[in-house]
């Protein structure tokens, strides 16, 4: 199970796109373009998609 197939469920839609183009090495100027927004708004969604992530994911369960 991939880490975006594991946090999908609890994003946005705009939280989803821009964190599967950042997790596919995109940069936030670059996903603003392809998105339509401004860049301080997906810096924004990929923040909230990564705490989001982060809460899912133990560290222990990881490197066991």
Not at 4 to 30: C, I, M, P
Request: with cysteine; aromatic share 10%.
């Amino acid at each position: 199970e991939s880490v975006y197939q594991k946090v999908e469920s609890v994003l946005t839609d705009q939280e989803k796109r821009a964190f599967q183009l950042w997790l596919h090495g995109e940069n936030n100027v670059e996903i603003a373009r392809a998105m339509g927004a401004s860049s301080w708004m997906t810096t924004r969604q990929i923040a909230n998609a990564r705490k989001k992530c982060r809460a899912l994911f133990n560290p222990d369960e990881i490197f066991s």
